[in-house]
């Protein structure tokens, strides 16, 4: 059977709200302590994101987004495991055109896990940390394009039915909004502008 581990959460400097403790059902036996991403690990995310997803478009990704101004650094977190960075998440800015002007919200793009490391719950530490931070820093709203099997279980739903539009065609149940304030998204119907960092084209 598998058992429980204690993930510990760093705690910002002068930020008493962030929890410093918290237990998650994980398939793993060891320690994981979940935290912000620290000046001098560029290299290290940037290795997990490449093995995670086999190709360098992710991690090309996290550095653009990181020399953008929509970089948050607080919200840059890792995954940590005897002293190495197993994952990683971002979340960073976006904005919701509406008829009243933009809306700011957050993307989550990407989550990575290194693979020796996946199915072990440490992806779902670092969306529900995340979330948390994201939360407690203020924001209101996150969208991300991911697998309609997989986010609903942290309490995305479709944005397109909400009113949150994507700028291109795409699956409607793979384009997903999570609410961190109540109300949030009735004050952002429109569209999804995505900032220079992301280039799809």
């Not at 930020?15 to 237990?23: D, F, I, L, S």
């Not at 991403?37 to 360098?56: H, K």
Request: charged share 25%; with cysteine; proline share 8%.
């Amino acid at each position: 059977m598998a058992c429980p581990v204690h993930v510990r959460v760093e705690q910002e400097p002068g930020n008493p709200n962030v929890t410093t403790g918290k237990r998650l059902g994980m398939t793993m036996n060891d320690n994981l302590i979940i935290r912000r991403e620290r000046p001098g690990e560029e290299a290290a995310v940037y290795d997990v994101n490449r093995r995670a997803f086999g190709s360098d478009a992710e991690p090309e990704l996290v550095e653009s987004i990181r020399a953008s101004e929509g970089f948050i650094p607080e919200l840059s977190l890792v995954a940590e495991q005897d002293g190495a960075i197993v994952g990683h998440i971002l979340f960073s800015l976006v904005a919701i055109r509406t008829e009243d002007g933009d809306v700011p919200a957050l993307t989550l793009a990407p989550v990575a896990v290194l693979p020796e490391f996946q199915n072990r719950r440490i992806g779902s530490a670092l969306i529900e940390q995340g979330l948390t931070r994201a939360r407690e820093l203020g924001h209101e709203l996150v969208l991300l394009i991911g697998h309609p099997w997989y986010y609903p279980r942290f309490g995305f739903r479709p944005a397109g039915p909400l009113g949150i539009k994507y700028p291109k065609h795409i699956r409607e149940e793979v384009f997903m909004v999570y609410e961190l304030v109540p109300g949030a998204i009735e004050r952002a119907q429109g569209t999804l502008v995505y900032p220079p960092a992301f280039d799809e084209d």
